[in-house]
């Protein structure tokens, strides 16, 4: 089974920056998509951003466009997710997620990480 598990999360004040790493186990990871999900309290987890297998094409949600930037190291089997002008609304668990392809829904993806949080201070 491919194992991801994340880090970088914490606490930041308003217009600050973090760097989210997702460290993936498995022999396939550079043929898959990879992805970032959040979910805040009360809240579905939601759509952040996606990239490729060769790390050649992303796409983001517009509430992080401009913001975020996802990339991914193939030879470390790991993905990103930098994050600057973090905003109190992107408070939420942060989680990496494995699939097939670019798609910006939970049902893309066969494999999740456990999420770290991200608390954004006003």
């Known amino acids: 089974q491919v194992q991801l598990v994340e880090s970088g999360g914490g606490l930041v004040q308003a217009g600050g920056s973090l760097r989210l790493s997702c460290a993936a186990s498995?022999?396939?990871?550079?043929?898959?998509?990879m992805g970032w999900f959040r979910q805040a309290p009360g809240k579905e987890r939601e759509f952040i951003a996606t990239i490729n297998w060769s790390g050649g094409y992303a796409f983001y949600a517009h509430s992080v466009k401009g913001r975020f930037t996802i990339s991914r190291d193939n030879a470390k089997k790991t993905v990103y997710l930098q994050m600057n002008s973090l905003k109190p609304e992107d408070t939420a668990v942060y989680y990496c997620a494995q699939g097939r392809e670019v798609v910006t829904t939970t049902l893309g993806y066969d494999y999740w990480g456990q999420g770290t949080q991200v608390t954004v201070s006003s």
């Open positions: 498995g022999r396939t990871f550079s043929t898959y998509a």
